[in-house]
């Protein structure tokens, strides 16, 4: 089988033009081995759609399918229009995820498809959406919740996916992410796990936050997760219109008035092509 490897700010994912069907699970947690597979976050799949330019399905390093990825979705629509699933000269394309269909604003130099704007559609704050196991409609902010003796206040977004952000003052670098992450991921409040972010408003302009990620542990950068922290940021006043979220592997701009949809925009690249043996 043929795959590919891509990465959105160190966010990476093998890619796959499916021509039969396989146990996708199974194969995401064998490719996203660092040592013994490819290596990567997860496995993303480019299929055919009835409803949009094409489909795209994403499972984590786990082998958990997850509703969308945003680092993941202008990586696939790059990935299908340089293999011809979706025509090379659109300058917008629908994508159809378990989140509805996205769309994305496609940039290229010359020829070279580099980056794209997603609308990743509208935050939603009420914690039946996550879920989340919190009483009342939302929105969610400073929830206490102490996981190993340390004390978090989280703010509750979904971007179709569950997020639980924490704002601390101090350098996202220094804290526990690796204790805690999983913690949280995994706490009796979330019935279908969560994405954590832990993050530092800089200015109201700019943030710096680290995430751990449901299914795939600490990783680079998180499209969705960028785009829950811009929501959630200028929901509680600490961040204007714009923000520029500095992540491990590079910056994100994201976009959001306070109604309607999140747009992101950030880069996509294309690593390399293999031959995958099953054993």
């Given at each position: 089988?043929r ?8 966010n990476?994912?093998v890619?796959?033009l ?11 947690r ?15 799949l480019a ?8 489909r795209m399905r ?30 090379h ?12 269909i996205?769309k ?8 070279v ?11 939603r ?18 929830l ?7 004390d ?5 977004v ?7 952000i ?14 805690v992450?999983?913690l ?7 019935p279908?796990?969560t ?27 998180s ?5 829950a ?10 961040t204007?219109d ?22 992101m925009t ?12 099953e054993?």
């Amino acid at each position: 089988m043929r795959v590919t490897k891509m990465h959105g700010l160190g966010n990476d994912y093998v890619y796959v033009l499916p021509n039969e069907e396989r146990d996708w699970p199974e194969l995401a947690r064998k490719v996203s081995d660092r040592h013994f597979g490819v290596g990567s976050d997860g496995l993303i799949l480019a299929l055919p759609s009835t409803v949009a330019d094409m489909r795209m399905r994403m499972f984590n390093a786990d082998g958990s399918e997850a509703e969308m990825c945003g680092n993941g979705i202008r990586c696939v629509a790059k990935f299908a229009m340089e293999e011809g699933l979706v025509p090379h000269d659109r300058e917008v394309v629908t994508v159809e995820t378990l989140d509805g269909i996205k769309k994305l604003q496609i940039f290229r130099e010359g020829s070279v498809i580099t980056a794209a704007r997603v609308d990743m559609g509208a935050p939603r704050f009420d914690p039946a959406t996550l879920p989340a196991n919190v009483e009342g409609p939302g929105p969610v902010v400073d929830l206490p919740l102490t996981v190993d003796g340390v004390d978090l206040k989280l703010t509750l977004v979904s971007m179709g996916n569950p997020h639980a952000i924490h704002y601390i003052d101090s350098d996202p670098d220094d804290f526990p992410l690796e204790r805690v992450g999983p913690l949280v991921e995994h706490h009796q409040l979330f019935p279908r796990r969560t994405n954590f972010q832990v993050v530092q408003v800089l200015d109201r302009g700019r943030v710096k936050h680290r995430v751990w990620e449901r299914g795939s542990g600490i990783t680079l950068a998180s499209g969705t997760s960028a785009s829950a922290v811009c929501a959630a940021s200028r929901l509680r006043g600490f961040t204007g219109d714009r923000i520029v979220d500095s992540l491990p592997g590079g910056d994100l701009v994201l976009e959001w008035d306070g109604q309607g949809s999140v747009f992101m925009t950030g880069p996509a690249t294309r690593v390399f092509e293999a031959d995958w043996h099953e054993a």
